[in-house]
């Protein structure tokens, strides 16, 4: 089974819905984040969690809100979609996991969530 | 703040030809983290290699090798003897020690290896 796991792995909505997607680890990890993919501008940071009740804005976090359920959960909801974000989201952990040690400051990414906002 | 860049858009080369991507970067730490990941058709992000500021050494894993030079800024990477499996897009990343394990993004070049 995959270390990091996204639902959906495709979704297609509608201007204005709201929707969540998703993220499990079993790394052990501490730290997971939301990164968004759109050709040419490689991966942008959204935002990125500590710990449960750490949370914190990345360099594009507007229309984006998010929440740490659990140490191995991370969820990232879209409050109102809007076509221009439409893209590939990643979910990525990293930390001191409780079976790799020298992972520390390595990200591990999920397989990634398909968004097309219509 | 820091910054990475990937000069090289789209790399077009020929079945075992040697093929060097490049990368340079911009932090105003003094411990930072270089990484480069690898993202074939499938879409997924794999990790490759990791490399902190305070280890120079150049690596080389089976066809793979990288060049860190802190004084250019750069840590490069290539594959010898390329194969259509290596076709991806390759993106190197930073990580300043200041900012947590925030990983900033090179744009990303796009290897195609034609047989």
């Known amino acids: 089974d995959a270390d990091v796991t996204q639902t959906p792995r495709n979704r297609i909505t509608k201007t204005g819905k709201r929707i969540m997607l998703e993220c499990s680890q079993t790394k052990g990890h501490d730290r997971m984040y939301w990164y968004r993919q759109d050709p040419g501008l490689g991966l942008r940071l959204i935002y990125y969690?500590?710990?449960?009740?750490?949370?914190n804005k990345g360099e594009i976090s507007d229309g984006y809100s998010v929440s740490r359920q659990a140490q191995a959960k991370f969820s990232l909801s879209l409050e109102s979609a809007i076509p221009n974000q439409t893209a590939l989201y990643f979910c990525?952990?990293?930390?001191?996991?409780?079976?790799?040690?020298?992972?520390?400051?390595?990200?591990?990414f999920g397989p990634g969530t398909r968004l097309t906002v219509l | 703040a820091q910054k990475v860049t990937q000069a090289q858009t789209e790399i077009s080369v020929v079945e075992k030809e040697d093929v060097t991507l490049d990368c340079v970067y911009e932090t105003r730490d003094t411990t930072y983290y270089l990484f480069w990941y690898k993202q074939p058709p499938s879409g997924e992000l794999v990790f490759l290699i990791r490399?902190?500021?305070?280890?120079?050494q150049n690596e080389i894993s089976g066809r793979y090798s990288w060049n860190f030079q802190k004084s250019t800024s750069s840590f490069n990477f290539t594959i010898t003897a390329s194969q259509v499996v290596d076709s991806a897009v390759y993106f190197c990343a930073l990580s300043e020690e200041t900012s947590g394990s925030r990983l900033t993004f090179g744009e990303g070049t796009q290897l195609t290896v034609n047989p």
């Open positions: 990525a952990t990293s930390g001191s996991g409780l079976a790799d040690i020298t992972s520390t400051d390595t990200q591990y």
């Open positions: 969690s500590f710990d449960v009740k750490d949370i």
């Open positions: 490399r902190n500021s305070f280890d120079e």
